[in-house]
């Protein structure tokens, strides 16, 4: 799996976040970056929501 990017810049962004709150986010749980990181691996698809838009650039 390729994840050089996890930021809200687009609404695919946004797109990625909910399908990963949705599928992570249970009530009175903290879910962790390694959750989030074997959630992707597991449905890449889910990364493939934004794979094609590139990290807009601070100025």
């Known amino acids: 799996m390729d994840l050089r ?11 990625l976040f909910k399908k990963i709150f949705n599928e992570l986010c249970k009530e009175g749980k903290i879910f962790s970056f390694k959750e989030i990181m074997t959630l992707l691996k597991s449905k890449p698809e889910i990364i493939k929501i934004n794979q094609n838009r590139k990290q807009i650039k601070a100025a």
Not at 5 to 15: G, P, Q
């Open 5 to 15: 990017r996890l930021t809200l810049d687009y609404h695919e962004d946004f797109e």
